[in-house]
């Protein structure tokens, strides 16, 4: 293939948009030292990605799921849910519960605070500054 065109990988990637991201992220991963699987006859990494699309030798879903993952911040680990305590307290309980003996879990007790602390609280906060920018 002398010369590749969007018309040659149009009909492997129908939308142009997700061609663009395609074929630089793989223009990426070639710049990065991924093997390449054409011959690369003198051609910058952005035509080599193209031509590979264009030629098949890439699937084009498997390229989409490795951009995919390359943009996750957190990846989801499926992993067997351990039965949780129960969280709920009684609503007339008022002291954190003692543990028994034997039990190795931590108690977490929690800071109660009244209506009254709260607005005081509240008002002593300083509202920002008026800027011209909002």
């Known amino acids: 293939m002398a010369r590749v065109t969007v018309e040659d990988c149009i009909d492997k990637v129908e939308n142009r948009f997700e061609l663009v991201l395609l074929s630089a992220h793989r223009a990426r991963q070639v710049s990065q030292g991924a093997q390449i699987t054409i011959d690369r006859d003198n051609d910058k990494n952005p035509v080599v990605a193209l031509r590979e699309i264009a030629e098949e030798t890439l699937s084009p879903g498997d ?69 011209d920018d909002f």
């Open 63 to 131: 390229l989409k799921e490795d951009l995919i993952h390359s943009l996750q911040k957190h990846v989801e680990v499926d992993e067997p849910e351990v039965d949780a305590p129960e969280l709920a307290a009684p609503a007339d309980a008022q002291a954190p519960a003692t543990a028994e003996e034997g039990d190795d879990e931590p108690n977490i007790a929690f800071d109660r605070m009244s209506e009254d602390e709260l607005l005081a609280g509240i008002e002593g906060l300083v509202p920002p500054e008026k800027s």
